[in-house]
């Protein structure tokens, strides 16, 4: 996709090492407005890494350090900030807020021990200085949004309470809750039923359209890359190996590993009989 | 026929030499095997290399280590040698320790692998009779024991091996909850062994290295716990012990502190090989719980 | 799980149970069971032991004699101290409290400090102050109770000479009430200390441990990438996980804690169930022994009562029960 505006968000040769081991070896790439951006590879490929990176949360729980590159974010107001130079209170500041980001494990991902509703609130507080009340208000907004039904009644339930698939709702939900200009979705439906994957990434899609966010969705399925992404990054040992539009990698692959990746794709679902990618037709759009 | 599951046991056990080269190369597990020999050494060889009977009287009481006529660790009220006292006052400790580690490890592993194995009505059964001996307060128990009957090292030993196995059995019990539903057992019962031979030679095997480890923390255990019955005057009446050497001289502790600290620094010692050489273990079979 | 209900009662057999084992001892021990009941070592007039005959019905078959004793239990009836001359129950009931303040002291101060030890270590996995948590855990598992309180009274009364080293109140002591909480607290201080630091250690490795395993998990990584600050992260969403494996050992180690203000008791003049039960022994009066036996059971049974009350309360998954067919419990 053939983008003239400036980039929203710009990797520019990224390295992250743990220990001696190069986990993801100059990585650039470009993310705009409302773009779907993929990034793909195997397990140990460095695209969890990469997403962690744009966070800054490897320096945070994980032994990895940022050795090189930039990543240059566009603030709503128009300046342009290396995320890779601020302090961690500046970061703070846009987690969950600028940029958000949802996991693979929903049924981990939540605190057990604090009701949903009370952990989309948190951040809502947090970033935007509302109280108690107007947070839960904020955070019901935000469970229709992500259509989980009985909205109200959801907000003080505990996530052992919820299934897989609102659990990963909820994850959604508090990502969107500050109205990040960046969402990144590490492996959103890797660990859910196949019913349940696809609600999800047509829920993904819908919202996209409603808020106008850009998308970055990490994931080792070329299927799930068919059904949303615009553009894609392929990733193989900690390299970009290869990247364009969608169907310049469905259809012209370069790259032998690229073409392993794409045959490896069950032609099941939305792909059944199919070679090129698709979208599938949205959940509740009829 | 036990060939046929060999393989799969030996996947699951970690391999024994490469935990003992992963033991020896831990220096806080090495000095608390050195520690254990050197008391096993003194307990055992050390009469023979001090020939100074405990319980004579050697020279003037409360003679403080270091002064002229002293022996090296002192007198205690009496006038006796505190040294010949720690030497000596192991023995007892230590069999009744190892008498009452059997037992704990007998009663715990038979109630916990009987639980986890069958569970359902067994499982409950045992399980409340294990709560029961976890409600009873140990010492406390042990206290009554060998106030009713006699202060022996025989009842000693059994009101200890008594009350400590609890813990073991629990851990069994979830070492064999977690291991009796997997391949190689389901494949051994498939090719017809007996419940007898699935328990004490498939499941059992691969549940040890959490069971020596905690075998070793309970030996630590039963020796605090002899000490403090000898301490509180109810050890075997006849035999020297450190803990009852402590209780001697609970009256004058304050004029006289080598009476207590000498035996105390021996239980102290014993109950930290214990402990050391358990930690290494862990470290060893599990790698990944290093340091925690 | 369980309900409350079923968990009383569940309670209640247990300590049913530890009263038919004080009948059963009293039996199986040699000698004459009016003899054990009335103690002072055979030393009873045949009046008193043909009373104690008498009233426990030892001349009727077993069973009767075992439900007579347990009736007598259930009536608060614990039967009489020779030594005293007084009733063991009322004799408990005067050293109970003391018992349950230094065991409360000691297990709050081990809990509290213990979990803050663990923390503080755990974001500083390879600091000093971590390793330091590893060998003082050993070290405070390894020391006798009674050894510990023995060097800490030898040092407070000869070098540190600030705090009362034996005994709860000051024999001359004459004042209002807070001055006498005050010389309570003051003589509560050692004993709790030599009690408490064993547990210290060992619950500051056990948070320690627990708390590095909860700051790796997925839900510490979602409330970072919330944006919230590391304090909030460990102390809010970390913390309350962290904790939950140190209340179950508490809960199971309770009965341990309560052998150990026993020694601790004994060596610091502490006037609680420990102390009681000591000199009973000394006296041969079996009564209270097993008087003491059975309260201690009891404080042991209420402990895990509380133990599960307080897990409900950190813990929605056990508080709030499974709703929905489709729900599954994360473990």
């Not at chain 1, 130079?85 to 969950?96: F, I, K, N, Y």
């Not at chain 2, 046929?4 to 030499?17: F, I, S």
């Not at chain 3, 209270?288 to 009350?309: E, F, H, W, Y």
Request: aromatic letters at 8%; glycine letters at 8%; one cysteine or more.
């Amino acid at each position: 996709m053939a983008n003239s505006d400036p980039p929203l968000l710009s990797v520019r040769e990224l390295t992250v090492t743990f220990d001696a081991f190069t986990a993801v070896d100059r990585v650039s790439f470009d993310l705009h407005e409302g773009q779907t951006l993929a990034v793909v590879g195997e397990s140990g490929s460095g695209k969890s890494v990469t997403a962690l990176s744009i966070m800054r949360l490897v320096e945070l729980g994980t032994r990895g350090r940022i050795t090189g590159g930039e990543i240059l974010f566009r603030l709503p107001d128009g300046a342009v900030i290396d995320l890779i130079q601020q302090s961690e209170s500046v970061m703070r500041d846009m987690r969950g807020n600028n940029i958000s980001m949802i996991f693979q494990e929903p049924l981990t991902s939540l605190n057990p021990v604090y009701t949903v509703g009370n952990q989309v609130a948190e951040a809502v507080m947090l970033h935007q200085g509302l109280d108690r009340a107007e947070a839960m208000d904020r955070a019901l907004e935000v469970f229709e949004l992500v259509r989980i039904p009985e909205a109200r009644q959801r907000l003080g339930e505990y996530p052992h309470q919820l299934s897989g698939g609102m659990r990963q709702r909820v994850m959604i939900a508090m990502a969107l809750s500050c109205d990040p200009t960046v969402l990144i979705a590490d492996e959103p439906t890797t660990a859910l039923d196949v019913t349940i994957q696809a609600q999800i990434l047509g829920l993904m899609r819908e919202l996209q359209n409603e808020t106008n966010a850009a998308v970055i969705i990490i994931t080792h399925d070329m299927g799930v890359v068919a059904e949303v992404a615009d553009d894609v990054v392929v990733m193989n040992q900690s390299r970009v190996v290869e990247q364009g539009s969608v169907y310049d990698i469905f259809e012209r692959p370069a790259e032998p590993y690229t073409r392993a990746l794409l045959a490896s794709v069950p032609q099941l679902g939305s792909m059944a009989g199919r070679d090129e990618p698709a979208r599938f037709d949205l959940v509740g759009e009829a | 026929m036990t060939d046929v599951m060999m393989p799969d046991q030996q996947e699951l056990v970690p391999a024994g030499r490469d935990a003992w080269r992963m033991f020896l190369r831990n220096r806080a597990a090495v000095a608390g095997l050195i520690m254990f020999f050197g008391i096993l050494f003194m307990t055992f060889f050390g009469p023979m290399l001090y020939d100074e009977d405990p319980n004579d009287i050697v020279a003037r009481p409360f003679l403080e280590p270091g002064t002229e006529g002293a022996p090296a660790m002192g007198t205690d009220y009496l006038g006796r040698d505190v040294l010949a006292g720690v030497i000596n006052g192991g023995s007892t400790t230590l069999t009744v320790a190892a008498i009452a580690a059997v037992m704990i490890v007998a009663i715990g592993v038979t109630i916990g692998a009987l639980a986890g194995f069958y569970g359902g009505t067994v499982d409950t059964v045992l399980m409340r009779f294990t709560e029961f001996f976890q409600v009873l307060p140990a010492l406390l128990f042990a206290m009554v024991v060998v106030t009713l009957f006699e202060p022996s090292a025989r009842t000693i030993s059994i009101a200890i091996g008594l009350v400590l196995w609890p813990s073991l059995a629990r851990l069994t019990r979830a070492e064999f909850l977690r291991l009796r539903n997997l391949e190689f057992v389901k494949a051994a019962r498939a090719i017809g062994s007996t419940d007898l031979r699935i328990i004490s030679r498939v499941i059992f095997p691969n549940a040890l290295p959490p069971l020596i480890v905690s075998t070793t923390l309970v030996m630590g255990a039963a020796i605090l716990f002899e000490a403090g019955l000898a301490f509180l005057g109810l050890g075997d009446p006849n035999t020297l012990s450190w803990g009852l050497m402590i209780g001697l001289n609970r009256g004058n502790f304050l004029n006289a502190w080598w009476t207590v600290t000498f035996p105390g620094l021996a239980i102290f010692i014993t109950v930290l090989s214990f402990s050391l050489i358990g930690d290494g273990l862990q470290d060893a079979f599990n790698p990944k719980l290093r340091g925690r | 799980m369980r309900t409350a209900a079923a968990k009383i009662a569940q309670s209640l057999g247990l300590i049913l149970a530890v009263i038919v084992l004080n009948f059963s001892l009293i039996h199986l021990a040699p000698g004459d069971p009016a003899v054990v009941i009335a103690g002072e070592s055979g030393a009873a007039s045949p009046e008193t032991l043909a009373q104690v005959r008498a009233d426990y019905g030892l001349d009727k078959p077993f069973v009767t004699q075992l439900g007579i004793y347990v009736g007598q239990v259930a009536r608060g009836d614990l039967g009489e101290s020779f030594f005293f001359g007084r009733s063991v129950t009322s004799l408990i009931a005067d050293r109970l409290w003391p018992t349950v303040l230094l065991v409360g002291t000691a297990l709050i101060f081990a809990i509290v400090l213990g979990v803050m030890a663990g923390t503080f270590t755990a974001r500083r996995p390879e600091s000093p102050a971590s390793h330091a948590v590893t060998v003082l855990a050993l070290i405070g598992y390894s020391m006798p109770v009674f050894w510990t309180g023995i060097l800490l009274v030898i040092l407070f009364a000869s070098v540190l000479k600030i705090l009362p080293i034996s005994g709860m109140h000051d024999v001359e002591f004459d004042g209002g009430l807070l001055a006498s909480w005050l010389d309570v607290a003051r003589h509560l201080v050692l004993p709790a200390l030599t009690l408490g630091v064993i547990y210290l250690a060992q619950y500051s490795r056990l948070s320690r441990a627990s708390m590095l395993e909860v700051l790796q998990s997925d839900y510490i990584r979602t409330a970072r990438a919330k944006g919230l600050a590391e304090k909030v992260v460990v102390y809010k969403h970390a913390l309350r996980n962290a904790v939950i494996p140190v209340v179950t050992i508490a809960g199971l180690q309770f009965g341990a804690l309560l052998s150990g203000a026993l020694l601790v008791e004994t060596v610091f003049n502490w006037p609680g169930l420990g102390r009681l039960a000591f000199d009973s022994i000394l006296r041969r009066d079996t009564p209270v022994l097993l008087g003491v036996l059975l309260m201690a059971a009891v404080m042991v049974v209420v402990a895990n009562l509380l133990t599960d009350l307080l897990y409900r309360v950190i813990d929605p998954r056990i508080r709030v029960g499974a709703r929905r067919t489709r729900t599954k419990v994360s473990t």
